[in-house]
């Protein structure tokens, strides 16, 4: 007969077991487990707390970083009409694939699906001078190639990457409608650093372009520095209740809160000001409630190295979502919401952000391994490293290799018999970066340039 204290003893072991077997079952080579904490990396920073840049400097660096990459849109400057060649030129940005493409049952797309697309963009619609109408994102919702829900891809059977899906328009943005799809359903709209089509039914239309900004524009608003946060139900209001807010959002305050909100107490809330859509698609303000336990924060965070860190680790783990399709975060994602924290604005892709302004180290094509490894001796934690279709955050050395974090797609193994076998992570964590990549060289042989933003 086995005693309670005989069984507990197994139970435990077991437990440990079990554990070991967890932590063991996935490694990436040269990323020790203790490297997945913050911690780590936060104890080797010797000026951590240091302040980077005050909020004028910030504001300064963004002026720059607007002029220096034309991606980058002010809204509150944008153009109140369009010529019939501007408009035309804009919607022509995408173009629809030559190549075989699949849908998300693997099926070959046909070539009448794409004439069905053409006509729904309404290019006969266009007119000589076109209105630039002004709104807020409502919602999350998804920034899209065409005014289509429906996905394309390159390979059948492999849906990680939606060739229509460009990125997200994430709530409280600040937007220019440009055009409408002939089925009303989709406005293609100008963000700070986008374009692109998305649902009617996720954008308010305002009277004009200080409705907007007269609320944007405030010192009073809530920062989201968690992964995400979201108001509190509203049995009374459908369009504040349960509204999800990622990182980097900023939410604007209610200057003059009540002390009850949807019959709740706002004692122990922020009071917090949300865009919603009237019966009529019009742009209206409502008070919400997000607890005081939710991940925020009053104004930016300060612009250190150690909050730059804290903020990406947060996010580590998250699953790779290529463009933000489901509300997730790709490689640039990942990265600007983690600068959008301190107030600092960055442009959407990787190949956009590699030349906007900062403290920029370039790699010479032709330089050696270790040319390339002494560059690192230069940077601080916090900058941005560029490659090809990826970007990547600096996050410090460890006896002699440089390591970082990223949202990645995979990297390569190389086998017993010396062929490379692609291992897929599709997430957010951390690696070195002599880490071989899925065709086989090392992650530092293909950096073209580091960028720290100061």
């Known amino acids: ?191 700070y650093n986008y374009n692109g089509w998305v649902k009617a039914c996720d954008i308010a239309i305002a009277k004009n372009k200080s409705e907007i900004f007269n609320y ?60 919603v859509r009237d019966n009529e698609g019009f742009l209206e303000f409502r008070n919400a409630l997000i607890s005081h336990k939710e991940d925020v924060t009053l104004g930016y965070l300060p612009y250190t190295r150690t909050t730059i860190l804290n903020q990406a680790f947060k996010l580590h783990g998250d699953r790779y979502d290529w463009g933000n399709k489901n509300n997730g975060r790709d490689c640039s994602s990942f990265l600007m919401c983690v600068y959008k924290t301190v107030g600092i604005i960055l442009p959407r892709n990787g190949n956009h952000q590699e030349i906007g302004e900062g403290i920029s180290y370039v790699f010479d094509k032709n330089a050696t391994l270790e040319e390339r490894i002494r560059i690192f001796e230069k940077v601080k934690p916090g900058a941005a490293i560029f490659s090809a279709g990826h970007v990547m955050l600096y996050i410090g050395e460890d006896e002699g290799d440089y390591y970082m974090i990223h949202d990645f797609h995979s990297y390569g193994k190389r086998c017993e018999d010396d062929t490379l076998e692609k291992i897929y992570v599709n997430e957010i964590t951390v690696t070195s970066t002599l880490l071989l990549t899925s065709k086989g060289n090392k992650y530092i042989e293909i950096f073209s340039s580091l960028l720290q933003f100061e």
């Open 1 to 191: 007969m086995w005693s309670l204290f005989h069984l507990l003893g197994i139970y435990i072991n077991n437990e440990k077991g079990r554990d070991n077997m967890i932590n063991s079952q996935f490694s990436i080579p040269g990323t020790k487990e203790c490297m997945l904490e913050s911690t780590y990396w936060l104890n080797k920073l010797e000026t951590g707390e240091t302040l980077l840049m005050d909020k004028n400097d910030i504001e300064d660096f963004n002026k720059k970083t607007l002029k220096k990459v034309n991606t980058l849109c002010n809204i509150s400057e944008h153009k109140e009409s369009l010529t019939r060649e501007e408009l035309q030129h804009i919607l022509g940005a995408y173009t629809i694939p030559r190549d075989i493409r699949y849908d998300i049952n693997g099926r070959e797309i046909k070539h009448d699906f794409y004439i069905e697309l053409i006509q729904n963009t309404n290019l006969e619609e266009i007119q000589d001078i076109n209105t630039v109408k002004f709104g807020i994102s409502v919602n999350n919702t998804r920034l899209r190639s065409f005014p289509t829900e429906e996905g394309i891809f390159k390979d059948s059977g492999c849906i990680e990457f939606d060739l229509f899906q460009e990125t997200e328009c994430s709530s409280l943005d600040a937007v220019a409608i440009l055009h409408t799809s002939s089925d009303r359903n989709w406005f293609y709209i100008q963000m």
């Open 216 to 275: 944007l524009d405030t010192d009073h608003f809530l920062m989201v520095i968690g992964n995400k946060i979201g108001t509190q139900f509203n049995h009374y209001d459908e369009r504040v209740s349960r509204k999800d807010f990622y990182m980097g959002t900023r939410i604007p305050l209610e200057i003059d809160p009540t002390s009850n909100i949807g019959n709740q107490a706002s004692l122990l809330h922020h009071v917090v000001k949300i865009p």
